[in-house]
Structures are given as C-alpha cells and as structure tokens.
C-alpha cells in the first residue's frame, strides 16, 4: 500500500498536466506554462525558493527550455537546410531540438531550483526519459502525413507525451527517497 501511494506521488502530476493540456486544448505555446505551474505546485516542498518565486522560477525554465527547442529548430533548420534539404533537414531537427535539447537543458535548470543530483541514478533516469521522447517522436513522426499537419492536442501527441513524460522523470528525481 505504501508503494503505491510513492507510486502517485510521482505520477500524479504528469496526469494532472497532461488532463489540463488535453481538455483546454490550449495552443502549444501555452505547454511551458501549464507544465511549469504544475511541476512547481506540486514541489513545493522541495523547491529551494519561496512559493510564489519558486514557481515563477519553474515557469521561467519551461519557458526557457521550450523556445530552446522550438528556436533551435528553425535556426538549425535554416543553417542546415542547404546541406540537408527541408524535409530531411525537419525530421532530424524536429526530433533533436525538443525531444533531445530542450530536456537536458529543462534538467540542467530544475537542478537549481530543487535539490536533484548529479549521480548515476539521475542521469540514467534523465537518459532514458530522453531516449523514451525521441522514440515516440520517431515513431510519431513516421506515421504523421506531413511533418506539419498534425494536431498538436491529441492525447497521443508527442508534445503531450513529452509533458507527461518530462512531469513524471522530474518527479521521480526530486521525489527518489
């Protein structure tokens, strides 16, 4: 009974920012901001900051995190587009700017607002969240008819997966006693 109450700890605040995400159907600018209020509410114990600041500073970083990926993709796009052409230029960036830069960098900014270490434990969970969000946007992306059109909020999005996927490794980082 005791694991299973740790167990929904962790997990229920990925499936309180996935719902929110889901049912608001609100634009995908607006995911940093849902995430990051929800990772700061429910740590709000363990955040190194008082409240009010301590969640500002979670917003800032999801903020930070998502234009990192979602400018790094047109700025890659555009350098590499000449060697790489568009399309193939799109599926690399698509996949390697939010699903592999803008974790690590998320990471990299909680790690000053909560305590998370830099042990082996952490980082293999920070590896395999990342090599979780790039399967799904491989096979995602793979299957979509054009890398444009797709709806950004349908449950199995891979921008929706990664809120789930990043609240619940965050979670388990902060939470691992």
């Known amino acids: 009974m005791k ?4 167990f929904l700890k962790l997990i229920y605040p990925a499936f309180v920012c996935i719902i929110f995400i889901f049912t608001t159907k609100v634009n ?13 509410l429910f740590n709000v114990k363990h955040n190194r900051h008082p409240v009010l600041l301590g969640i500002l500073l979670c ?7 998502f234009f990192a990926g979602y400018l790094g993709f047109f700025l890659l796009l555009g350098f590499f587009k000449p060697l790489l052409g568009e399309e193939i230029g799109a599926y690399i960036f698509i996949i390697l700017c939010p699903f592999i830069i803008s974790p690590i960098i998320l990471y990299y900014l909680l790690k ?10 952490n ?9 979780t969000l790039v ?15 797709y709806d950004y909020n ?8 990664w809120s789930f996927i990043m609240a619940f490794s965050i979670q388990i980082l902060i939470k691992k006693t």
């Open 3 to 6: 694991s299973q109450l740790a």
């Open 135 to 149: 399967i799904i946007a491989v096979v995602f992306f793979l299957k979509a008819q054009g890398i444009y059109d």
């Open 59 to 65: 917003v800032i970083a999801s903020y930070m995190s």
């Open 28 to 40: 995908l600018e607006y995911y940093p901001l849902i995430f990051g209020v929800t990772i700061g």
């Open 112 to 121: 000053y607002l909560f305590d998370i270490g830099n042990n082996k434990v």
């Open 123 to 131: 980082n293999y969970i920070m590896f395999f969240s990342i090599v």
């Open 154 to 161: 349908s449950l199995f999005s891979p921008y929706v997966l």
